[in-house]
């Protein structure tokens, strides 16, 4: 499975980007992770497959929105408010079996996607 990330890009302080994952094949759990520079990557935001359940890290909660369009094998990450310390490379990843709980560790993931870079100026 490959995983096609888009829609970084450089926006003000204040601003909205969503971006998109698009799967090749089936996928179960996904989630989006970033990684600033000198920085470990981190878990922002994850779904399990049915969408029934997410997860959101402190930082960006109340201002990001994970989704999923099963039909499309496409997740996405609507970020709002956005922040100048929300800069960094966002990937999306996926696992390729079923869990009943979000993935929120790189670990458990199977599949990654190439990154986009998301750059937010104050």
């Known amino acids: 499975v490959q995983l096609q990330a888009s829609g970084g890009g450089l926006v003000q302080a204040g601003g909205s980007l969503r971006l998109s994952c698009e799967a090749s094949?089936?996928?179960?759990?996904m989630g989006w992770f970033r990684q600033a520079p000198g920085k470990e990557r981190e878990c922002v935001a994850a779904?399990?497959?049915?969408?029934?359940?997410?997860y959101y890290a402190d930082s960006v909660k109340g201002r990001f929105t994970i989704s999923r369009d099963n039909a499309k094998n496409t997740v996405y990450l609507q970020m709002s408010s956005l922040k100048p310390e929300d800069t960094a490379v966002y990937y999306c990843a996926a696992k390729e079996k079923r869990w009943v709980v979000v993935a929120r560790e790189t670990y458990e993931y199977d599949y990654w996607g190439q990154g986009t870079q998301v750059t937010v100026s104050s």
């Open positions: 094949g089936r996928t179960y759990n």
């Open positions: 779904i399990t497959w049915s969408g029934g359940s997410t």
